[in-house]
């Protein structure tokens, strides 16, 4: 029985997703680096995913085609473990250790120092440093320190890891000697298929299996974790979402118009008045003062302010514009179309 499933092959395959994220804005500012980091991550995780379904609860050979993968190191064609997949068989001879095993000690090395020497650099010339940043827009420097992280980080973990692997197969199988070729490959075509209780009861084992095929989905979401909530990666997925909500034919709540939403009603109404030249451009002119008096020169003056105070006090306008019989405005200026102008004397 397998502790681990489903949890594993569900974490192997969200591994295999997230890390693929960040690989768009990676491959427009080419960094090679990383881009090869996400390929190895994303395919070593497929294989970790197939596997641990495939080869759940048995040790069949049913896929050789997938599991048909020679090393010169390999003592025969491959093995296949119950709970864990197929695994090239690997026969400790002293070739091993710089054909193979030696390899992710010495790049971890080198990622590391690369690392030490660009954080030295930069803090030794800032000024230089960001005018490198300002002239490359694909990098820039909350990018660049996350690239850095990650270094730092893989240093951290994978020399310990891979050293401690080297140790697991000395203790576990010891070291072979190199005689021949065909010693070494002697029944190559031979497939060793390998009970789950059997290699279970080794405790070396069971910790060499366990944290190789673990260390895979760590480094996807790790690497996940450094980028893929960045700013590049958070429009992205507003982007994504967007395209994702016009093919359902939903609006999101900030794209509908600002009439909907009380407090820019009268600045979606502003600007659209503006922009519009369909209506007629005049200047009302201002209503005339508050009736105070009656004593006027004649009866008719009187009567006809009367009239005109009753109607402003009744609400009507003290006038109306029809169109086609609008009042002349050339002797008024106005900046907008419906700002009233000043009284101008006659």
């Known amino acids: 029985m397998d502790p681990s499933y489903p949890a594993f092959p569900i974490l192997s395959f969200l591994g295999f997703v997230l890390v693929l994220v960040p690989l768009p804005w990676h491959l427009q500012a080419w960094n090679s680096g990383t881009c090869l980091f996400i390929f190895w991550t994303a395919i070593a995780s497929l294989n970790l995913f197939v596997n641990s379904v495939v080869w759940h609860g048995n040790a069949l050979n049913t896929a050789p085609i997938w599991c048909d993968i020679s090393y010169v190191v390999s003592g025969h064609r491959f093995d296949i473990y119950e709970d864990i997949g197929c695994q090239p068989a690997i026969y400790t001879t002293p070739f091993t250790f710089p054909l193979l095993l030696c390899w992710p000690i010495?790049?971890?090395?080198?990622?590391?120092?690369?690392?030490?020497?660009?954080?030295?650099?930069?803090?030794?010339?800032?000024?230089?440093?960001?005018?490198?940043?300002?002239?490359?827009?694909?990098?820039?420097?909350?990018?660049y320190f996350r690239l850095m992280a990650i270094a730092m980080t893989d240093l951290l973990c994978s020399v310990p890891i891979s050293a401690y692997g080297i140790y697991l197969n000395i203790v576990d199988g010891g070291i072979n000697p190199w005689i021949s070729w065909d010693d070494t490959h002697f029944q190559f075509w031979r497939v060793d298929q390998v009970p789950a209780a059997f290699w279970r009861a080794s405790r070396d084992t069971v910790i060499s299996f366990e944290l190789a095929r673990w260390l895979i989905p760590f480094c996807a979401f790790m690497f996940f974790a450094f980028f893929g909530f960045a700013a590049e990666a958070r429009a992205y997925y507003a982007r994504l979402l967007n395209k994702v909500l016009n093919l359902l034919g939903v609006t999101r709540a900030d794209k509908l118009p600002h009439s909907l939403f009380g407090s820019k009603a009268g600045q979606s109404l502003s600007s659209s008045s503006k922009?519009?030249?369909?209506?007629?451009?005049?200047?009302?002119?201002?209503?005339?003062?508050p009736f105070t008096s009656l004593s006027f020169g004649s009866e008719s003056n009187a009567s006809y302010d009367l009239d005109k105070a009753s109607s402003i006090e009744s609400g009507a306008p003290p006038y109306e514009v029809r169109l086609g019989e609008l009042p002349d405005t050339s002797s008024t200026s106005c900046s907008e179309p419906s700002t009233p102008c000043g009284h101008h004397a006659a």
């Open 106 to 143: 010495v790049i971890g090395l080198v990622s590391g120092v690369y690392c030490a020497m660009s954080l030295y650099a930069f803090n030794k010339r800032r000024a230089q440093f960001v005018e490198f940043m300002s002239a490359h827009s694909a990098l820039t420097i909350t990018r």
């Open 275 to 289: 922009s519009s030249h369909a209506l007629p451009t005049f200047c009302p002119r201002p209503p005339p003062p």
